[in-house]
């Protein structure tokens, strides 16, 4: 029902930044959560970052604290994460995820509804 669209993704040495932005296509994003995650080869997928309704509520995967930032603009329909001090390991495809789950703090794939078709981040030395 909720389209999303992923944009930003790209290669980036290490120690640098980069910003994703999520959007929905068709309705408005304000009655979701707003979550991040990323997927590397062979490997699960890993919650990066999720955001409540109203931006009030933001949180962080353990890897990620401290240089990631999570954010939202109900009025433009985006959520946005902003990834500072990339490291190696930050390579994966990044998918932006939207939850109707009554709470904010949702953290696994399966609390999460609607998909974008994920956007790849590669870090380089």
């Known amino acids: 029902q909720v389209q999303l669209v992923e944009s930003g993704g790209g290669l980036v040495q290490a120690g640098g930044s980069l910003r994703l932005s999520c959007a929905t296509s068709g309705r408005s994003f304000s009655p979701y959560v707003g979550g991040w995650f990323r997927q590397a080869p062979g490997k699960e997928r890993e919650f990066v970052a999720g955001?409540?309704?109203?931006?009030?509520?933001?949180y962080y995967g353990d890897s990620v604290k401290g240089r990631f930032t999570i954010s939202r603009d109900n009025a433009k329909n985006t959520v946005a994460l902003q990834m500072n001090s990339l490291k190696l390991e930050d390579t994966a495809v990044y998918y932006c995820?939207?939850?109707?789950?009554?709470?904010?703090?949702?953290?696994?794939?399966?609390?999460?509804?609607?998909w974008g078709q994920g956007t790849q981040v590669t870090v380089s030395t």
């Open positions: 955001i409540g309704r109203s931006a009030v509520d933001k």
């Open positions: 995820a939207a939850s109707t789950r009554l709470g904010s703090r949702h953290t696994r794939p399966d609390e999460y509804n609607y």
